[in-house]
């Protein structure tokens, strides 16, 4: 069942259920109404017989049964003083009809034997009855008129016509409130419909979306800022959230493949080198001493390479996954002195320059950092001719570390600076075959996960100078 099906039944019932209270209070109010004009009507004729004037009543003659000798009717004296009218009946105490008024012909008002027991009681009793095919409502009570015996008065009054009138009311509340729930139904459904058309649409746009996975559609809605129009607006922002981490995705789809791609062509050069030299030394006859220690030296180098590599792209793949990384104060100088004194063991023949302040401290992870100047060091190393000076410098720079690397190569080509912290990317001039492209994408990634920043100036033929901006902690 649908929901716009669910409402036009609720209101339709709750519609219905309103016309039909206030259907039966009407009728209920106006019947209450019509009866207790009667009743007081009536009270009013009974309370004056016998009051003052003379009755019209004749004696009582009933009707004689067919075939029966008639009977000459007695003379019958009414107390004085009753009240004129018609439909008017008295009787005895025991019951016996005295005497009524000239338009009930003979014919006589009942009083059941539990009215007959009340009204002796002294109370009212009220009854209604058929009499000459005439719907009544009798009264019936006490009376004791002055210098007379106590007895019985009825007095009635024809209700054919208000009966007539109540019940052509109660089938003009029916029609008249069945038509307006029908009526109600019908427009209920309609105007569901339209306020649940934006829905639609917005059910209608999913749809599209999910089949066509075209994240830039969004659902058009020009009404009013209701509760719809709020629906719309949420779920445009969730499209543009979905549409932002879809073409996120697959940006990280696209670099993940040329990540496996660079990295499967990087491992794939060391592996055939050492395979190809393994097939050397199984090579019958046997190769001489002096080249098997060539074959076994550049075995070694490749091997060397590949664990290198396999280092860095675990580093970059614990990167990726958004590990933690810790924030203390280090000093900077013990560190960069220590960085110093491992790459004289890489190149012992390039002379290194460090200069930093005695009381400088850094806020970062020194596992981190170390490897972040290490990457930087042998990047200037590997591009920097043999007996070139490098230079490690560290300097404060208002809430900031700044750690720089100047080297004296080649430099890099305006067009290759965008593209240098990518990984597995060397530019033209850089490809010599010594390194995997990974070192400054390492130092770029954990630079990040502390909370710095890494740039780059270069010229062609004037070197680069690389700076890593962090921020600066107070000395333990």
Known sequence: MTIRLRLTLLYTAI?????????????TTQAR?????????????????PGGGRSELRPFEP??????????????SLPSGTLPGRWTQTRSLTGEVTGQTLDLSGAVLPLSETGLAAVRGGAVWLETATVQDESLLIHSQRFTGPGYASGIVQVAFPIGQPQQYLATLRLMLAVGGGLAV????????????????????????????GAERNFGRRVEHQGPADEVGQLALTFNDMLAELESGYRQLEAALRSQRRFVADASHELRTPLTTVRGNIALLQRNPPVQADE?????????????????????????????????????????????????R??????????????????????AD???????????????LVHTPAGTPIALMAAAAGENVLLSVH????????EALPHIFERFYRGQAWRTGLGAGLGLSIAKELIEALGGTIAVESQPGQGSVFTATLPAAMPP
Request: some cysteine; glycine content about 4%.
């Open 15 to 27: 519609l219905a259920v309103a016309v039909i209270a206030f259907s039966a209070s009407l009728y």
């Open 33 to 49: 109404a019509t009866y207790a004009d009667i009743k007081a009507t009536l009270a009013r004729q009974a309370a004056f017989f």
């Open 63 to 76: 009707r004689p049964e067919p075939g029966a000798a008639s009977v000459a009717p007695s003379r019958f």
């Open 182 to 209: 029908v009526v109600a139904c019908a427009l209920g459904w309609a105007l569901a419909g339209a306020a649940l058309h934006p829905i639609q649409r917005i059910t209608q746009t999913a749809q599209t979306i």
């Open 292 to 340: 098997r220690v060539e074959i076994l030296t550049d075995t070694r180098d490749e091997v060397d390479r590949l664990i290198r590599l396999v280092n860095q792209l675990l580093v970059l793949a614990r990167a990726d996954a958004g590990q933690p990384l810790r924030r203390d104060a280090i000093p900077v100088r013990p560190l960069i002195e220590d960085v110093r």
């Open 342 to 363: 491992q790459a004289s063991l890489l190149a012992p023949r390039t002379e290194m320059r460090c200069e930093s302040p005695a009381n400088l401290v850094v806020q």
């Open 366 to 380: 020194r596992d981190a950092l170390k490897q972040i100047l290490l990457a930087l060091v042998d990047n200037a």
């Open 407 to 414: 080297d004296n190569g080649p430099g890099i080509a305006a």
